[in-house]
Antibody, heavy 118, light 106 residues
Framework: EVQLVESGGGLVKPGGSLRLSCAAS????????MNWVRQAPGKGLEWVSS????????YYADSVKGRFTISRDNAKNSLYLQMNSLRAEDTAVYYC???????????WGQGTLVTVSS | EIVMTQSPATLSVSPGERATLSCRAS??????LAWYQQKPGQAPRLLIY???TRATGIPARFSGSGSGTEFTLTISSLQSEDFAVYYC????????FGQGTKVEIK
């Protein structure tokens, strides 16, 4: 059974940093691309970043480019999102999602809440 | 950036009735279109990919159609568990989601 478990969310002040993690199990993590998607309170889904299986290809939404860094450790079956220079508008539930069968997002974690507030 | 526009924003339907949700892309995305269902407090769940292929375990009452810029998700006979928010997503050129359609009980 595919499982994705996010962690690392919390309350941070504007301008601060946070690192999210996503622990994967139930599939060969090193063979598949992974993604981060966020959802601000009461709002829709927003794609944040994607990384290919070997980290050769990395993509970011314009809203986070230059501030967020996606990475993965295939030996640890883990995905990460380093978030710097956080803003109030980054407040959201952050989901990790897999792309096992294609470029769509077939499995999702339960999400971790990031709140940026002074 | 490809903009995805969903309509209507809210759809009021009685249980057992048919629901038709629309999604339009600002430029062609071929058949690289997925639909997701999200219930309150839960993560999204993949329903449809490739515009018309149901994901594993998705009931046959869910069907998707369309290609290019116009897409439709149809729920043939709404069950109580189908009341939720539905999002379309294009994955032809990076990734973008529609703003969602809330299907509520009439």
């Amino acid at each position: 059974e595919v499982q994705l478990v996010e962690s690392g969310g919390g309350l941070v002040k504007p301008g601060g940093s946070l690192r999210l993690s996503c622990a994967a199990s139930g599939f060969t993590f090193s063979s598949y691309s992974m993604n981060w998607v966020r959802q601000a309170p009461g709002k829709g889904l927003e794609w944040v970043s994607s990384i290919s299986s070997s980290s050769s290809y990395i993509y970011y939404a314009d809203s986070v480019k230059g501030r967020f860094t996606i990475s993965r450790d295939n030996a640890k079956n883990s995905l990460y999102l380093q978030m710097n220079s956080l803003r109030a508008e980054d407040t959201a539930v952050y989901y990790c999602a897999s792309g096992l069968a294609g470029y769509y997002f077939d499995y999702w974690g339960q999400g971790t809440l990031v709140t940026v507030s002074s | 950036e490809i903009v995805m526009t969903q309509s209507p924003a809210t759809l009021s339907v009685s249980p057992g009735e048919r629901a038709t949700l629309s999604c339009r892309a600002s430029q062609s995305v071929s058949s690289n279109l997925a639909w997701y269902q999200q219930k309150p407090g839960q993560a999204p769940r993949l329903l449809i990919y490739g515009a018309s292929t149901r994901a594993t375990g998705i009931p046959a009452r869910f069907s998707g159609s369309g290609s290019g810029t116009e897409f439709t998700l149809t729920i043939s006979s709404l069950q109580s568990e189908d009341f939720a928010v539905y999002y379309c997503q294009q994955y032809n050129n990076w990734w973008t989601f529609g703003q969602g359609t809330k299907v509520e009980i009439k």
